[in-house]
Each structure stands twice: as structure tokens, then as C-alpha cells.
């Protein structure tokens, strides 16, 4: 009788380490199933063309097309804040008279037709970011959270800042090429059929960020 119980304690102690063993066991595959997981590559789509330098006042806006995009997810924007004088004058910045003010923006998305013209918004303002007075530069704006069309659209940004009446409160880098279409609102008068956007010759020289 004693030796049939001590079977059954043993056999009961056993299946107890055994148990608490697969348990761990299932644990750390767990884990290492959550930690193979492979990074996703991001690439780059740049505007590209001829260099040069714009300002805009409160409430007026700029936006460029993008086409071709490749698949994936749009991470964020790149745009070049307050770089006219420096990509001249290099470490004499200072002793150019500047007067730059804080500034704040508003990302904006449109749709885009098959004519390569404005379509309905998709993101008006809800994703924001400052700049400072001082920077000079490329500037990362993250745009995740914006769902956008497939393929092709129009991004750009409004200035939602006071900003001075008749010299520039900040420059941002334009591009000049045959490729991209872009539109501007103009504090001073409506665009055509009585909309605010009119063509801008010039389009914002800006680096998409896409996660694949």
C-alpha cells in the first residue's frame, strides 16, 4: 500500500514539472516568434528640379503632385525652411540681416484628378508642426497617420502663423521642373471658377518617406 502511494506522489510530481515545463517552453516561442519579426525598408521619392526660394503669408497655401508612388505607406515629409542665404554664404550667415519669425503650418492633402488637377481633401490642417526661427534646413514632418490616396495626390502646407505684411517671415525651398503640377491659394485674389487655388509655377522640392 505504501509503496502504491509513493508510485502515485511520484507520478503526480512529475507530471506537475512536466506541465510547468511545456508552459515555459510555449512561453519563449512565443517570444522569439514576436522578435523575428523583419524590418520594413523605407524608401525615398524626391521632387527634383532648379533650386530656388518662395515666402508665403498667413492663410495662404502651397501644394505639389506627386505621381507614381510607389506602394507602401507615407511615413513623413521633408521640406528646406529658412536655407536661401546659407547654401551661399556658408558660416557668414550671421552677417546676413535676417529676421525670421516662428512659425507654424498645416499639412495639406487633396485628391488628384485624371487631368492632374484638385480633388476633394483628404487632410486639411489636422496634422500640424512649428518651425523655428533659427533653423535652418531639411525638416521631417511625420504624416503617418494621414491615410493617402492610392498611387497619386497633392501635399503641401498652410501657413497658419501671423506672419509680416510685406517681407518674408520664413523661405522654404521650390523646385523648378516639367514634371510636377502645383497650386497656390494668394491672399489678394480667388483662382479660377471663383475657387482660392491658382497654378504656382514653382513646387515644393520635398522628399517623401515611404515604409514598405
Known sequence: MRKTLLLLMLFSFCSTVLFAQNK???????EL?????TKKKLKK???KGFPFYSYYSQNESI??????LPKGKVKSVIFNFNNRYTRFVGQNFDQVN????DMEFG?????????????????NCEVKFSVSKDHKGDFKVDVSEIDFPEGHFFIGFKVLSETYKSDASFYVMLCDNDENVSYRTHKNYKGANGN?????????????????
Do not use: A
Open 196 to 212: 482660392d487655388f491658382n497654378l504656382e509655377e514653382g513646387h515644393l522640392k520635398m522628399t517623401l518617406e515611404i515604409e514598405q
Open 63 to 68: 501644394v505639389t503632385g506627386i505621381n507614381n
Open 45 to 47: 521619392l524626391k521632387v
Open 33 to 37: 516568434i514576436i522578435n523575428s519579426k
Open 98 to 101: 535676417t529676421s525670421y519669425l
Open 24 to 30: 515555459n517552453d510555449e512561453t519563449t516561442l512565443d
Open 107 to 123: 499639412i495639406l492633402v487633396y485628391e488628384m484628378n485624371d487631368k492632374y488637377q484638385l480633388g476633394n481633401i483628404v487632410s
